[in-house]
């Protein structure tokens, strides 16, 4: 019965739990359902061992039973015909039988224990190699949309860091415009100014050009001209 030792834990074993201890599902799932079908190929062939084991005991015991039947019935008939010592034989005989029949007895519960142990490991293992089959895809499928979202993760931190640098281009933009800003000024200032000079110097002459359309004031500067022999 090394067997029940070997696969002992199959009956406690957890699908979920071994996929987790798992670095990579998608990977070994296939390999675990692998190892699965496998250890079921064996609880197969013993349980079909055991099975038949079990069968042989039963057989045995019945058979027990039908000569402990019969060696009574004979027994019975010695008595009836009055053959006192043939029955004497007979019930020594069923007696020898009796004690056999103890030792096959247990020998079968013996012999169905193992077996029903052995039927409710392989029913056990089926159904977990089904539950798995039919949950392969979508555990593949989690694993997949897991593996793109860590993709996206890791383009979104690259698309963050590339936003600290628009961040400092935008500094130096606002920078370089305010100088740009700062020079326009300037120069508006400056040509102000020189509009400013050229205004007053043209109203200058202006306040000449009226005074002279004095006449009198004409007679006066022509009389001081030739008195300073201009």
């Known amino acids: 019965m090394g067997i029940l030792s070997r696969f002992k834990d199959i009956m406690s074993a957890n699908i979920n739990a071994l996929l987790d201890k798992a670095e990579d599902p998608e990977k070994m799932i296939d390999q675990y359902l692998r190892n699965i079908e496998s250890d079921l190929g064996k609880v197969k062939a013993e349980t079909a061992a055991v099975m038949a084991e079990e069968t042989r005991c039963k057989r045995q015991l019945d058979e027990c039973n039908a000569e402990i039947e019969k060696y009574q019935k004979y027994a019975e008939k010695a008595v009836v015909a009055g053959n006192d010592n043939d029955a004497r034989q007979f019930l020594a005989k069923k007696s020898q039988l009796e004690q056999q029949k103890v030792s096959l007895t247990q020998t079968y519960e013996v012999a169905s224990a193992n077996a029903a142990k052995m039927r409710q490991m392989h029913d056990k293992l089926t159904k977990d190699i089904a539950d798995l089959n039919a949950r392969k895809d979508s555990i593949k499928a989690k694993v997949a949309a897991a593996k793109t979202q860590e993709r996206l993760n890791k383009i979104a931190g690259s698309v963050s860091s590339a936003g600290g640098s628009l961040s400092a281009f935008d500094r130096m933009e606002a920078k370089a415009n ?33 005074s002279s359309t004095s006449p009198a004031v004409d007679d006066e500067l022509a009389a001081l001209k030739a008195k300073m022999g201009l």
């Open 178 to 210: 305010n100088m740009l800003d700062k020079a326009n000024a300037m120069a508006e200032l400056n040509s102000s100014a020189e509009e400013a000079d050229v205004s007053n110097l043209a109203a200058k002459y202006d306040d000449v050009a009226t």
